[in-house]
């Protein structure tokens, strides 16, 4: 719910950053967040937690640190906000840092990913990253 909180922020910001920032949260719905919500659902049920290093890179993934494709949308919303009115700036900023507790549950929620899952998991976690070091191929086809 938080991301599309974003979105709908972003899409509120009549700056070029800020429509750029929706679409790179959206595509972080739709290409990396969804697919693990789907895959941590066994896990939730069975109350498996673990803190392994690819449930902390999951979860850094769902924060939106560096250098995965949330950071980019986060630091294009919060340039596009400062833009606007700096004070809205600082509201998004306190609601991202309020955003961190939520993704380290969900991230140690995965559990030991095997097989298919691992594979997928690992597959979300690339294409973050690759979005989040070099975001313009995703902007262009989007024509911003």
Do not use: H, K
Not at 7 to 31: E, N
Not at 76 to 97: D, N, Q, S
Not at 102 to 110: E, N, V
């Amino acid at each position: 719910m938080a991301d599309w909180g974003l979105v709908m922020c972003a899409f509120g910001v009549p700056v070029a950053d800020g429509q750029a920032a929706a679409v790179l949260v959206m595509y972080g719905i739709l290409l990396s967040r969804l697919p693990l919500y789907l895959w941590s659902r066994q896990s939730l049920r069975e109350r498996i937690q673990t803190d392994r290093p690819i449930n902390l890179l999951a979860a850094a993934m769902l924060a939106g640190s560096a250098p995965f494709a949330g950071f980019a949308a986060r630091v294009l919303l919060l340039r596009g906000a400062t833009e606007l009115y700096w004070p809205l700036a600082l509201v998004i900023a306190i609601g991202l840092l309020l955003w961190l507790p939520p993704s380290l549950r969900l991230g140690r929620s995965l559990g030991l990913p095997r097989g298919r899952q691992a594979a997928g998991t690992a597959i979300a976690l690339a294409l973050s990253v690759a979005i989040g070091v070099y975001p313009q191929p995703i902007l262009s086809l989007a024509g911003l």
